[in-house]
């Protein structure tokens, strides 16, 4: 064989090998950017694809709502004892925090929430909630499946972990502060970051959204009680009528974002709650209205809590009533807003341009809903997505928190794969930066 024959066989030979990526090599043999998409593949296998899709169903089928969560977390710490990963339970009430990989520094946190709502499902499918008046109205069951899929392909992958890696099963995010009971349970304790994520209906099938700095807006819930002297409707100067004292109070809140808020700095008020009366004619002694606000910055939000409370008491004086006014702190502990870490965000973006192309991540505009994922941000640098599941041949799905709300399953393969390779690589990457691995244990 010629000199050129055999450099040109020789280069075709490096070509193939080098292309090749068998299910027993190393993860990282081919380079951090293989990590993903392999990933990725592992869990559209029908095998695993339907092993999750089961479980959703299975979680679906039971909503439990916050801090009611155990049935959930018993599937949880079935599934993670099927597959020989380690656990603690129960954290902060319901939870269930797992732990794969070496045991060691450096330590890195996926989480998903498990929480359902309080609402009756009114999609007609073989797996509709069997719960009255409970349903998984907001993913929290696929996210679950997604976490529970991640934990599989890390632990089918263990050896090859730099580090920790630990699985939040969280409770309550629904109102309830569940990631402030985990954050003071001491689970993020040596962590050196966090990545959290959504199904979101606003995305197609493989797109992924997110923004560096402010994402989700902080939160707060109050309610009011504003107390009249009831009467015949008939006789109202014989009254003091609190309806009219409350529908005034509503009207004066929408001030407070349209002539007291800077326009370039979103907030956002809402009475969502007005109960008072039960009769055509009668003026009732009382009325109850209730609500949220949210804004992006602390003083907003401060200086909204502030107001929201003074013109509540201050214009039920205007018309005699009293009034007391309740921030709902230990029943739906107030969220602080969401903001991405800047170098995390870039290391979003790379591994999901990795996995699903740069040309499917989509830059977002930040949100007025809001998260307790920012629960954990206050005590480490954390990130939070979305992951787009909207199927062009189905009609636009509706979003969450509507009793019509429905999960493309086929979100799955691309949560899990997402969570594994956000692990897998910043471990890697923490490894790059410190080749001295700390001693720091579990």
Request: a negative charge; aromatic letters at 8%; one cysteine or more.
């Amino acid at each position: 064989m010629s000199f050129c024959k055999w450099v040109s066989f020789l280069l075709i030979i490096h070509l193939l090998s080098s292309s090749q990526i068998s299910s027993s090599s190393s993860l990282t043999s081919n380079g951090f950017s293989q990590i993903p998409p392999k990933f990725l593949a592992l869990a559209k296998r029908n095998d695993f694809y339907d092993w999750m899709v089961g479980i959703r169903r299975r979680v679906h089928e039971n909503p439990e709502l916050g801090y009611e969560e155990v049935e959930t977390s018993k599937l949880v710490r079935t599934e993670l004892e099927k597959m020989g990963v380690s656990y603690k339970y129960p954290v902060a009430v319901t939870g269930v925090v797992g732990y794969v990989g070496t045991g060691q520094a450096p330590f890195v946190a996926l989480r998903a929430d498990m929480d359902a709502l309080p609402m009756q499902e009114m999609v007609e499918w073989e797996h509709k909630s069997k719960i009255p008046g409970k349903m998984h109205a907001c993913g929290h069951d696929a996210h679950t499946t997604m976490l529970l899929g991640a934990a599989k392909l890390l632990k089918e992958h263990q050896d090859e972990l730099q580090g920790t890696v630990i699985l939040v099963f969280q409770p309550a995010e629904e109102g309830g502060g569940g990631a402030k009971k985990i954050v003071e349970a001491g689970v993020l304790e040596d962590v050196s970051a966090i990545f959290g994520l959504h199904v979101t209906n606003q995305l197609g099938l493989g797109l992924v959204s997110s923004r560096e700095g402010p994402l989700l807006a902080g939160s707060g819930f109050f309610e009011a009680k504003i107390s009249g002297k009831g009467g015949h409707a008939a006789l109202p100067q014989h009254a003091i009528d609190p309806i009219l004292a409350a529908s005034n109070i509503i009207v004066s809140l929408q001030h407070l974002v349209s002539r007291e808020a800077d326009p370039l700095d979103s907030q956002v008020v809402t009475v969502a709650k007005f109960e008072g009366g039960g009769a055509f004619n009668v003026i009732p002694d009382s009325v109850t209205i209730g609500g949220t606000f949210r804004a992006f910055s602390t003083q907003s939000f401060t200086q909204l809590k502030k107001r929201i409370e003074q013109v509540i008491t201050r214009q039920a004086s205007v018309h005699m009533c009293n009034a007391t006014v309740d921030f709902l702190r230990e029943k739906k502990p107030f969220f602080p807003p969401t903001v991405n870490d800047k170098g995390l965000h870039m290391f979003f973006k790379n591994v999901s341009g990795d996995m699903l192309g740069t040309q499917n991540y989509f830059e977002m505009q930040p949100l007025m809903g809001s998260e307790d994922f920012s629960s954990y941000q206050e005590s480490v640098p954390g990130h939070f997505s979305f992951v787009g599941m909207q199927n062009e041949a189905h009609s636009p799905m509706l979003s969450p928190h509507s009793p019509y709300f429905e999960v493309n399953e086929e979100v799955l393969p691309y949560g899990a794969s997402l969570h594994a390779s956000m692990a897998t690589r910043y471990l890697l990457h923490l490894k790059t930066l410190s080749p001295s691995n700390s001693r720091d244990e579990l």
